[in-house]
Structure formats: structure tokens, C-alpha cells
């Protein structure tokens, strides 16, 4: 038997979840650069605010630095926002840099919230990937932050 390539949609992530905060400090949590360290990075790493320069207007460019904690590595990664809707929707790309300061394979980010009764619920996709193993590797460090994401609104509503 052949194996059927991966479609595009195959090639996507899409993560939904719950916080018990309003959409107000959910939104506040995902684009104030502040409160970004945080809560961005999965377990074993950290994003230092210094390293975060982000400008959040459409076509606003956007970089940081998240390091992992047991080897000092830096893992850079870019993008620009293509669509802002506060409080609701927020769309940029996303692409890691190479040790040769290029960017990588590059996917869009669209991050759709949605007030619910206990607070708000999102709707992350990513994508699509190259591989099925990038998609899957992307999951587990974003469900991940978003962990820690749901402690700090938790904390901060």
C-alpha cells in the first residue's frame, strides 16, 4: 500500500481552549508584550521581555527570543501581523530563524476569541507546515504556553 501525501489541511494545527477570564484580559495577555513572558514558551523555556519587539498594527513587524533553560540556546522567530480585530481576531505569520539569520519555513498564525459564558474560548490555528512532525512538535509548545497562559489571566481577571 502507498502512502498518500499530506494535504495543506493535513498540515494545519488548530488548538481550541477555554480561560476563565473575560476577552478583555485575554486579548490584553496575547498582545501586550508585558505580560508576554508570562506566559509564552512551553515548559523548560522563557522569553525575556527585552527580546521582544513587536508592533501591533497590521503589516507591524514582530521578533522575540525564547531560551531554553537547560542549554542557554536562543530560538528566534519573526513574523508580521496581517490582520488586527481587537478584541477578537489576530492573524501574523510565523517563521523561526536559521542560525544564518534567514527565516525558515514560514505559517500563519490566526488567533479567534470568542466571549463565552464562563469567559472566553479560542480558536488557534497555525499553518500550514512542512511537516506533520513541525505541526505536532508546534502543538505540544503551544498547548504548552497556553497552560501557562490560562494561570496568568486566571491570576490577572
Known amino acids: 500500500m502507498t502512502e498518500k501525501a499530506p494535504t495543506s489541511e493535513d498540515l494545519m494545527l488548530v488548538i481550541v481552549r477555554e480561560f476563565k477570564a473575560p476577552i478583555a484580559v485575554v ?3 496575547l498582545t501586550d ?3 508576554a513572558p508570562e506566559w509564552w514558551g512551553p515548559h523548560g523555556f522563557h522569553v525575556p521581555r527585552e527580546s521582544i519587539d513587536a508592533d501591533l498594527e497590521i503589516g507591524g513587524l514582530y521578533r522575540a527570543c525564547m531560551i531554553q533553560e537547560s542549554t542557554g540556546q536562543e530560538h528566534w522567530w519573526s ?4 490582520d488586527i480585530e481587537p478584541p ?3 492573524v501574523f505569520t510565523h517563521a523561526w530563524d536559521k542560525p544564518d ?4 519555513f514560514e505559517t500563519e498564525v490566526t488567533i479567534q476569541l470568542e466571549e463565552i459564558d464562563d469567559g472566553t474560548q479560542m480558536t488557534f490555528t497555525q499553518g500550514p507546515f ?3 512532525a513541525s505541526r505536532d512538535s508546534h502543538g505540544d509548545g503551544w ?3 497556553f497552560d501557562r497562559l490560562a494561570n496568568h489571566v486566571r491570576v490577572t481577571a
Not at 513574523?79 to 496581517?82: K, L
Open 27 to 29: 486579548w490584553s495577555a
Open 33 to 35: 508584550p508585558d505580560q
Open 79 to 82: 513574523g508580521v501581523h496581517t
Open 88 to 90: 477578537s481576531l489576530l
Open 101 to 104: 539569520g534567514t527565516r525558515g
Open 130 to 132: 512542512e511537516s506533520a
Open 143 to 145: 498547548r504548552e504556553s
